[in-house]
């Protein structure tokens, strides 16, 4: 059904759209300041929103009255209308973010420019989002699975959806995990066990790729790097006070999470056990997540607060127009090891086997997931 391909094609765009406004947005916050709803990153996640129900919303209508009985019967039925379940998932997210605009510009002249960034017209927005992220990654993963010809295609399209809801993720997670003054502590590890490998997990067996959590992983790191150094190049100033910082340019987010070689991992992992029992492999992904986490992140973070790392390549030492100067900026925020603890090596071995555990756990709801994902085709 090219109909269905050409839709999917286009959650697939506007879905990236919200990405880069969303990034766009929080640089914006940092850089500029609290300001009105009509800005510019607000304009490209709105009409991305748009063009997601616009198509979304056609399809079903042409799904419903003008599909054949063979179309129809690949449909999802839903009050009476016929469409992909995607579509549906990525309509309902329109909705949210279309209907968080208004709410969001009322709550502005309502308590001001922003008071609070986690708000209810947020919330809603976030929502939102996350259901046309969903809905893309599910019409891509349909057409992976249904199509004969051109797997590789869509396959190549359904790791691209996954890796921009591994970046929605990471952007939800930023205050535990964004800077990297937050990689040796126990809160990182422990959320990044929570968060990550339950997509990672999916993505390793619903994928057609040989190597698709890698992809997936490749795919979000290129993308999160790829949008701080074009944004770090764009002129900004900021015009609320108080101006601590002065800046001239966009702030970019920092150096993404390291997620590309425990996401190897896991497909080494699901390639040479995945056959087996699902809860002997996500024990064996909990643990490896970790370790790999573990191995990659501590001395990734030294470097990044290093005078090394202090550059538009490795974006470190970029800070918000609010915050002052101070030796805080090239420190560790938290340790693995709580400061109250007599034995630090057993408080980290505590922590990171916390972590493990919390990995596990994802990883097997990422495999069970994975598992109803590799039979979608509607």
């Given at each position: ?157 359904f790791a691209i ?107 080494f992992l699901y ?66 090891s709580s400061a ?39």
């Amino acid at each position: 059904m090219r109909s269905v391909a050409r839709t999917s094609i286009a959650v697939l765009i506007a879905s990236a759209l919200i990405v880069i406004g969303l990034i766009w947005d929080i640089s914006w916050h940092r850089s500029v300041g609290r300001d009105t709803f009509w800005t510019a990153p607000h304009l490209v996640e709105y009409v991305a929103a748009l063009i997601v129900g616009t198509t979304c919303g056609w399809l079903i209508l042409r799904s419903t009255f003008r599909g054949t009985d063979e179309e129809r019967g690949q449909m999802v039925r839903f009050w009476g209308f016929r469409g992909p379940l995607g579509a549906w998932a990525a309509v309902w997210g329109s909705l949210a973010m279309l209907v968080s605009a208004p709410f969001d510009d009322w709550w502005h002249n309502a308590y001001g420019l922003d008071v609070r960034i986690v708000s209810p017209p947020h919330i809603l927005l976030g929502i939102g989002m996350m259901g046309i992220a969903v809905g893309a990654m599910l019409m891509t993963l349909a057409e992976q699975n249904r199509s004969a010809r051109n797997v590789k295609r869509f396959a190549i399209f359904f790791a691209i959806s996954t890796a921009i809801l591994l970046l929605l993720r990471a952007t939800m997670t930023f205050e535990y995990t964004g800077f990297p003054n937050l990689w040796r502590g126990r809160p990182f590890y422990l959320i990044s066990a929570a968060v990550f490998p339950v997509l990672l997990a999916s993505v390793a067996r619903a994928g057609r790729l040989r190597w698709p959590a890698t992809a997936t992983a490749g795919l979000f790191m290129l993308a999160s790097l790829t949008l701080s150094w074009v944004l770090q190049q764009v002129p900004a100033t900021p015009r609320l006070a108080p101006i601590n910082n002065p800046i001239t340019h966009f702030v970019a987010a920092p150096f993404p999470v390291a997620l590309i070689v425990p996401a190897l991992l896991f497909d080494f992992l699901y390639q040479r056990f995945g056959s087996g029992r699902d809860w002997r492999l996500a024990l064996l992904l909990g643990a490896g997540f970790v370790l790999a986490f573990l191995a990659v992140s501590w001395p990734l973070s030294g470097f990044l607060l290093s005078p090394a790392a202090r550059n538009g390549v490795f974006l470190a030492d970029q800070w918000d127009y609010i915050a002052g100067p101070g030796a805080y900026r090239h420190e560790f925020w938290e340790r693995l090891s709580s400061a109250r603890a007599q034995f630090p090596p057993a408080s980290i071995a505590k922590s990171l086997l916390l972590a493990a555990l919390l990995g596990a756990a994802s990883s097997r709801i990422g495999l069970a997931l994975g598992g109803w994902m590799r039979k979608v085709q509607r």
